[in-house]
């Protein structure tokens, strides 16, 4: 019998179904609050510097996408951040890497206390990212998709000057359809490959996979971005699958027709964005590797982790473009 890895989130014909984002508050420009107050009558926590604490592993691709969009924008004294362990024990996330085992602004040594503060009921899996209320301590939002939007839509106030334009007005809808077929097939679709229970739930993932990497990889050839001549939070989103992809996807997720080093126009597009600030010095491959070697014991019951591949091509020199 294949055992699966999330048994709750396996459909009955073995493909991998990720549960629903449970805490989706929104902090808004047009809220009415007051700073220091909830949400207003509509659900809208007020912009504030330094009341929102982002949570992240940098193992978890949801969670770089919104480190790096942060780091983009200019929001690292706006937004604090606390970083997990990348091994999860069987109470989850843990804040074992800060000194005394808790985060210095939450006061908790996992992040399932701060998601039970929340709600109580709470019987989901415990994820990050999570952007908390440092006031009361509880999630405003794990819904990820959301929140990089609004880092780009809410908070222009306190973005640096000259930040980009990540999520332009103009090219909102190409960007939304693009956003969903990479998030379908590509951001899920390997997990959708690693999770999968039935021989046919891995391949029809592994075929969308494919099809739209070679599709991104044609868009890519004659652009340097996905949008175009500028940075996008499209691109943030691709980034942080591939920069994963051999390290893990190929292998612990069997996605293995190609490796990206083998993938020309995509390898030369990812370290392009690699080599970019804000990407590359987010990337931490060594709580990459053990987090999913080491924590997906369905798929890789000996925890051993993978000493390859070698990482060095990811400074190679590139393209002039
Ligand atoms: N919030 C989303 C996506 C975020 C997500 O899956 N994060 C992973 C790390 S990459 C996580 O926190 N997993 C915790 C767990 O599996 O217990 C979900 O619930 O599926």
């Keep these: 019998m294949t055992v699966a890895q999330f048994s709750q989130e396996t459909s009955g014909r073995g493909e991998f179904v990720r549960q629903a984002n449970r805490f989706t508050g929104r902090v808004s420009a047009a809220s009415t609050s007051r700073p220091g107050e909830g949400p207003d009558d509509q659900g809208r926590w007020p912009?504030?510097?330094g009341r929102y604490r982002l949570i992240w592993s940098r193992?978890?691709?949801?969670?770089?996408?919104?480190?790096?969009?942060?780091?983009?924008?200019?929001?690292?004294?706006?937004i604090s951040l606390g970083t997990v362990d990348p091994i999860r024990d069987e109470r989850g996330w843990r804040f074992t890497l800060d000194s005394d085992g808790r985060d210095p602004v939450l006061?908790?040594?996992?992040?399932?206390?701060?998601?039970?503060?929340?709600?109580?009921?709470?019987?989901?899996?415990?994820?990050?990212p999570a952007l908390v209320d440092t006031l009361?301590?509880?999630?405003?939002?794990?819904?990820?998709?959301?929140?990089?939007l609004d880092f780009s839509t809410e908070w222009t106030a306190f973005q640096a000057e000259g930040a980009p334009d990540l999520y332009p007005e103009p090219l909102r809808p190409e960007m939304d359809e693009?956003?969903?077929?990479?998030?379908?097939?590509?951001?899920?679709?390997?997990?959708?490959?690693?999770?999968?229970?039935?021989?046919?739930?891995?391949?029809?993932?592994?075929?969308?996979?494919?099809?739209?990497?070679?599709?991104?990889?044609?868009?890519?050839?004659?652009?340097?971005y996905l949008m175009g001549d500028a940075l996008t939070e499209a691109d943030v989103r691709l980034f942080t699958t591939l920069v994963r992809f051999d390290a893990v996807y190929h292998n612990h997720f069997k996605c293995n027709r190609n490796k990206l080093t083998e993938m020309p126009v995509l390898w030369e597009y990812a370290r392009r964005l690699f080599q970019?600030?804000?990407?590359?010095?987010?990337?931490?491959?060594?709580?990459?590797?053990?987090?999913?070697?080491?924590?997906?014991?369905?798929?890789?019951?000996?925890?051993?982790?993978?000493?390859?591949?070698?990482?060095?091509?990811?400074?190679?020199?590139?393209?002039?473009?």
């Design 47 to 49: 912009v504030e510097p």
């Design 178 to 224: 693009l956003m969903s077929e990479i998030f379908t097939d590509v951001n899920n679709g390997v997990y959708k490959c690693g999770f999968a229970t039935s021989q046919e739930a891995y391949e029809t993932a592994y075929r969308g996979l494919f099809a739209r990497l070679d599709a991104l990889s044609d868009r890519l050839a004659t652009r340097r």
């Design 107 to 128: 006061g908790a040594e996992f992040l399932a206390e701060v998601y039970r503060a929340t709600d109580s009921e709470y019987a989901g899996r415990v994820t990050v």
């Design 59 to 78: 193992a978890c691709p949801w969670a770089h996408r919104a480190v790096i969009v942060r780091r983009l924008l200019g929001l690292d004294d706006v």
């Design 276 to 321: 970019t600030p804000g990407f590359g010095e987010t990337v931490d491959f060594d709580h990459i590797k053990r987090h999913y070697y080491g924590t997906h014991d369905a798929i890789n019951p000996s925890g051993i982790v993978p000493a390859g591949p070698d990482l060095r091509g990811w400074m190679l020199p590139l393209a002039d473009r």
């Design 136 to 148: 009361t301590g509880r999630v405003v939002t794990n819904d990820y998709p959301q929140l990089t």
